[in-house]
């Protein structure tokens, strides 16, 4: 599915990131795990098109994808949360899943405002297939209010239901576990679980470890800007550099 | 959206109503730039309110408009409303093309360059002498007419302006509760999420600017069929200031704001006068304090302090 | 007996005149003037002016006795306001004649709201194409800015100069001179070798000064308002440019000499005699006038009445005798102010008729030059 | 020869003329760096150093020294009472918000002076006489000396007050990130309302030199604030010589394009440029880039 070889990243001088290459397989839910700093987000922002790398190539089903925009990787079924939670704040929550519609639907400026016949029938569309998505995620009665006003934890999964609205192949996902409590991440494991068993793939950037353990089915490691490790798990867990990393240097 | 239908219908009865209750005379004369000035408020509204992009050089559509209008009224045998039409998408073609650059910057930057569009704007109007007359300005523009029916009263002005001006407004809100007006609003609260969820932020804000110059050029084709003559100070960078003063203190992101700026800021050199030279005065502490204390604006401003009073009543009942 | 009826008769007459005088609503005059914005230099003598010439009419008695009422409005320079402000006071304000706009600009926008309205303006903008042509319902009373190009010209003939730089500011003032500038040159037989333009608010002309001093004219002439011809002055100084150095009639008032300083020794211009109304011999016409403006304004604002104050003590006046001589209908005022003869005021010696209504000749302008900081006459 | 001669005299016209849009963008860039706000009033500091410099000396007959120093003051604390009254009360600035306070301000005090002062323009006595001096071939005025020696002032007095002293410091450090400022005990607050002071004074002080130059009125602010934004920009908005430059720049390209062009464009013609330099190098001429972060 995504593929990315030899990823490096500079930052006037500083070197974010260096020879980063691994694919994640169609299907799969990867987890990308690192300590702070190691790069993680940065990748993220690679991988969707935030920023070009400055060298490597990003691949999407066999397609270089490294300089494209990120609404341009959006059609091709690419789509990502925020660490931080990106809402369109003033915006209902309702229209933030039609945003997430966008791709799926055409409707240009003049047929907007001349309120065309067959873009009313694609507004109404799309309007029910986000409700469908606020009801996949949990929040549908939630669909009038302004998104700014969410609490963190609902706010997390409207951004997964506008996420998903866009029918991603591929879904990245920016520590979705993080100001969470412990409830919210059991339903959020499990919705990551429905999710994948809607055939998208998923990639995830994660600082809580039972979560990516149970979820996971492969992992890659980051640290300072390097890959330090890939593999299952069960495997990563076993790893003694990744051991060192995370814990310091063993005495 | 039902209630959006209803508040405009409301609003349409309003304005085609008002000339019957008003004193005939000078009000009504007022009103029509009013209407003008809503139109020009809107435009910018739509891209500063919704699509989060300053311009400070507004009034350059603006007096395109109104240029292109008038040269082609004065100096060449062509219908005026096919002028209209010809300059609007002339002048909305040229934001398209130098927005792709522009729109690329952002903040003061932003700001900057549309500032510097309107100053380049500016002195065109008053260096092409040859064409518009330079800064004495250009007379002899003729009242739009359909057939022998001449549009030459203010009360006749009044319906032919604000006609125009309701088809924007009810264009605009279509357009904002729509695709692309989520889309665009997407944009304002947060660019990358936007991209991210396959909306070219760069295309569209292109488009919503060449879509705020198209209406003001048109506002700008009427405001010279009604006064007849225009010189370039009526396009100058205090009338971009002012446009946007409308926009902030009627509300940003409100397409009413935009009416209620225009009405407030029109009527209000009316409201100064008895305050004489002190008006610019009031004018500066009216925009600052508006600023600090409504900041939503009068549109979200004035509910809000209703609600503020009247629970506060309904408490001690 | 008798005496009783002499009373009655008497009061009777008293009554009726008392409430006669009651009855004679006062007249209303409207003024547009730009006593704010960029023109204010320009609306606010003239405001002041046409305020303390209707409050001296109306102390000796008005009109036939009747009040004259002043309801200015300030336009702040902007064309749309002063459209909007002239519906005003015809529809709202009803007046039966309107004074103004300040500058040229303003009043041609009003223009087609007088024309329609059927309402007599008298502008106080100087541009020549407010009254050329002729329309019925719009006097002037700046002198044209036709006038003082000939009266430079003429001295330029008389000095055999006949190479000239041009350098004019880029508003309406500015534009309209220059425009006479070119049109009148080749009757003069002089030739323009530069023709350079600075915009209201610049702060440094010597590079456009450097470049006409590269082309060599014989004597340059400049048309603007303060403070740029005072700059253009002190530039030209700078850069040791001892050609003659000629200004437009924007500049006359002692503000000019005072903000170019020793810069203005030696500057020729064309301006109306208020300025040198003392130096003006005893039997010239308008001699009378002139003092009377002076001595008022003097007393009623502190500060001396200038060129711009004059033309709405013109305006004032010729509506005060064309309704003394045909009353105050709109109509009437226009057929009498088109009838003025031999009127004597501030910015010349009017003589309107109905293909001109501008009303002045050159003889309205003199040629002054500054000299040890006070103005003389350019024999 | 003639044009050689000719192209000195623009050169140097442009550069007098650009020394004052550097002094004007430097007072800019000193608020912009420790609050972000772009100060539309910025121009109305600069009318006020030379209105109140004319003020005291014709009405109160003061020395020339003392009324600039009383303009200059003065000036200060109009801006702290400004940064006081509209900046502070301002919760949840937006850069839109901040626009409109501050046109709001440039306007209002604008509408003070002219209510105070009167409309009409004043002209204030050159600081050494009007005797031109010939430098290659091409004159300028003692007062253009003025010019650029205070503008050198400024420059070596901002090096010095930011890099080396304990509160220039401060403020480049609420420039770079507020929070941490805060965290390290810098009293964010402060450091907004001093950069207000400090701006203010620089932009009187500016107004007050060229105000034998170019004379002042109520309403010279807007222009010459817009020219000195310009700099500013060009510059890339840093505190240093970078607006300096750009000021420079600015007044050469419009003194040559009146020269070799047309007057009558000539600001078309530095817009134009700006422009081009916005769309090709949208962080300043001299700064160098980089790259946004998400």
């Known amino acids: 599915m995504l593929k990315l070889t030899g990823i490096g990243k500079r930052f006037g001088g500083l070197t974010a990131l260096q020879g980063i290459s691994f694919e994640i397989v169609p299907g799969s839910i990867t987890g990308i795990i690192g300590p702070n700093g190691a790069g993680k987000t940065t990748l993220f922002n690679i991988a969707t098109g935030i920023y070009p790398p400055s060298e490597g190539a990003v691949l999407l089903d066999g397609k270089d994808i490294s300089n494209w925009p990120p609404e341009k990787r959006a059609y091709l079924g690419l789509v990502r949360t925020f660490q931080n939670i990106e809402l369109f704040g003033k915006m209902t929550v309702l229209e933030n899943v039609m945003v997430g519609l966008h791709t799926q639907s055409k409707s240009g400026i003049f047929a907007c405002a001349l309120r065309m016949p067959w873009q009313m029938s694609e507004e109404r569309r799309i309007r029910e297939e986000a409700r469908k998505w606020l009801e996949f995620v949990g929040i549908p009665e939630l669909e009038n209010v302004e998104a700014g006003t969410l609490s963190f934890g609902k706010g997390r999964l409207l951004e997964i239901a506008r996420a998903m609205a866009l029918k991603p192949k591929l879904l990245l996902m920016d520590e979705p576990a993080a100001g969470l409590n412990s409830s919210e991440t059991a339903d959020l494991a499990d919705l990551i679980k429905r999710i994948r068993d809607l055939r998208v793939t998923v990639g995830l950037v994660e600082h809580d470890m039972d979560l990516v353990m149970d979820i996971c089915d492969s992992l890659v490691v980051l640290n300072l800007g390097t890959m330090l490790a890939t593999g299952t798990p069960r495997e990563i867990q076993d790893n003694p550099a990744v051991v060192t990393a995370y814990l310091g240097e063993a005495e | 959206m039902k209630s959006d239908k209803l508040k405009f219908l409301l609003f349409a009865v309003v304005v085609l109503a008002i000339p019957l209750f008003i004193p005939k005379g000078y009000l009504t004369n007022v009103l029509i730039f009013v209407g003008i000035n809503s139109m020009l408020a809107l435009g910018l509204n739509l891209l500063l309110g919704y699509a989060g992009q300053i311009s400070l050089g507004q009034a350059a559509f603006f007096g395109l408009g109104a240029y292109g209008s008038g040269v082609l009224n004065t100096q060449y045998v062509i219908n005026p409303w096919l002028a209209m039409a010809l300059v609007a998408v002339g002048v909305a073609a040229f934001a398209f093309a130098i927005g792709f650059p522009v729109l690329r910057l952002k903040g003061h930057y932003l700001a900057m360059a549309t500032l510097g569009v309107g100053v380049i704007a500016y002195i065109s109007f008053n260096e092409t002498v040859d064409l518009t007359g330079g800064p004495s300005g250009l007379s002899g523009i003729e009242n739009l007419s359909i057939g022998s029916f001449v549009f030459d009263s203010d009360i006749k002005n009044y319906y032919l302006v604000w006609s125009f001006a309701l088809v924007s407004i009810l264009l605009a809100m279509n357009m904002v509760n729509s695709r692309f007006g989520r889309g665009l609003r997407a944009i304002h609260d947060s660019e990358v999420a936007a991209r991210v969820m396959g909306v070219n932020a760069r295309l569209m804000k292109v488009q919503v600017f060449a879509l705020s110059a198209f209406i003001s050029a048109i506002a700008g084709s009427l405001y010279c069929h009604v006064m007849t003559f225009i010189s370039p100070t009526s396009f100058s960078f205090p009338v971009s200031i002012e446009l946007l003063t409308m926009v902030v203190i009627g509300g940003l992101g409100s397409v009413f704001g935009s009416v209620l700026g225009a009405l407030l800021l029109t009527l209000l050199p009316e409201m100064l006068r008895a305050f004489q030279d002190m008006d610019i005065i009031v004018y500066g502490l009216l925009l600052i304090s508006m600023t600090i204390y409504l900041p939503g604006g009068l549109v979200r401003g004035i509910p809000a302090l209703f609600r503020k009073i009247v629970p506060a009543r309904g408490s001690h009942a | 007996m008798k005496k009783l009826i002499t009373v009655a008769l008497v009061s009777f007459f008293v009554f009726c005149m008392a409430s006669a005088a009651m009855a004679a609503a006062p007249i209303k005059i409207g003024a547009l003037f730009s006593v704010t914005g960029p023109a204010s230099f320009l609306g606010e003598p003239e405001r002041n002016t046409a305020q303390m010439v209707v409050d001296e009419i109306n102390r000796v008695g008005g009109i036939k006795g009747r009040k004259i009422e002043l309801i200015a409005y300030d336009t702040g320079g902007d064309s749309t306001k002063a459209v909007q402000l002239a519906n005003k006071l015809i529809k709202n304000d009803q007046v039966v004649a309107i004074i103004g706009p300040s500058t040229s600009g303003e009043t041609m926008a009003v223009i087609p709201v007088v024309e329609k309205a059927q309402v007599p303006l008298i502008s106080c903008a100087a541009a020549i194409k407010i009254t050329e042509p002729v329309k019925p319902w719009v006097f002037k009373t700046a002198q044209n800015d036709s006038l003082a190009v000939a009266r430079i010209y003429e001295q330029l003939k008389k000095e055999r100069r006949t190479k000239i730089a041009l350098l004019t500011v880029s508003d309406g003032f500015g534009a309209s001179g220059r425009e006479q500038l070119k049109a009148q040159a080749s009757r003069y037989g002089i030739q323009i070798v530069a023709d350079d333009t600075y915009g209201p608010k610049d702060t440094d002309m010597t590079a456009q000064l450097t470049k006409i001093r590269g082309v060599h004219p014989q004597a340059i002439i400049c048309w603007g308002t303060n403070p740029g011809p005072a700059v253009i002055a002190r530039n030209a100084k700078q850069l040791g440019i001892n050609i003659p150095l000629y200004m437009s009639h924007g500049v006359s008032s002692k503000k000019f000499i005072e903000l170019a300083g020793d810069a203005a020794e030696g500057i020729r211009l064309p301006t109306g005699k208020v300025l040198v109304a003392d130096l003006l011999p005893k039997n010239d016409k308008q001699k009378k006038s002139l003092q009377s403006f002076i001595k008022d304004y003097q007393h009623h604002y502190r500060t001396e009445g200038d060129h711009f104050g004059g033309h709405a003590w013109d305006a004032v006046m010729l509506l005060r005798y064309a309704i003394e001589r045909g009353g105050d209908n709109p109509a009437a005022i226009r057929k009498q102010l088109e009838a003025t003869r031999n009127f004597a005021g501030i910015g010349g010696v009017f003589n309107y008729a109905a293909r001109d209504h501008a009303g002045l000749t050159k003889d309205a302008f003199v040629l002054v030059e500054v000299k040890k900081k006070n103005w003389t006459l350019v024999k | ?294």
Request: glycine share 12%.
């Open chain 4, 1 to 294: 020869m003639e044009f050689l001669k000719e192209t000195m005299q623009f050169v140097i016209s442009g550069l007098a003329t650009g020394a004052i849009y550097a002094l004007i963008g430097l007072s800019f860039a000193i608020i912009y760096n420790s609050t972000g706000i772009i100060n539309f009033a910025q121009g109305e500091f600069v009318m006020l150093g030379g209105v109140i410099t004319i003020f005291c000396i014709t009405a109160f007959k003061l020395p020339i020294l003392i009324a600039v120093a009383v303009a200059i003051l003065g000036t200060t604390a109009v801006g702290v009472v400004f940064e006081r009254l509209a900046i502070r009360p301002l919760k949840n600035a937006t850069p839109l918000a901040l626009i409109i306070i501050t046109i709001g301000a440039s306007i209002l005090i604008r509408g003070l002076v002219m209510l105070l002062w009167g409309k009409d323009t004043q002209a204030l006595p050159a600081f050494s006489g009007n005797d031109p001096i010939e430098v290659a071939g091409a004159t300028m005025l003692p007062q253009h000396i003025w010019i650029f020696g205070v503008t050198l002032l400024v420059i070596a007095g901002n090096r010095f007050f930011f890099h080396h002293t304990i509160t220039g410091k401060a403020m480049r450090a609420c420039s770079f990130n507020r929070k941490a400022a805060n965290l390290v005990g810098i009293s964010v607050g402060r450091m907004v309302l001093l950069s207000f002071g400090i701006s203010a004074a620089l932009g009187s002080l500016a107004g007050v030199i060229i105000a034998p130059l170019t004379m002042t009125a109520y309403d010279v602010g807007v222009m010459l604030g817009l020219k000195g934004f310009c700099a500013a920009i060009m510059g890339g908005m840093g505190s240093g010589l970078g607006t300096v430059l750009g000021g420079l720049i600015l007044g050469t390209l419009e003194s040559l394009g009146a020269g070799w062009i047309s007057s009558g464009y000539k600001d078309a013609i530095a817009f134009l440029i700006l422009l081009l330099i916005l769309f090709i190098r949208p962080q300043g001429l001299f700064k160098k880039g980089e790259t946004e972060r998400v």
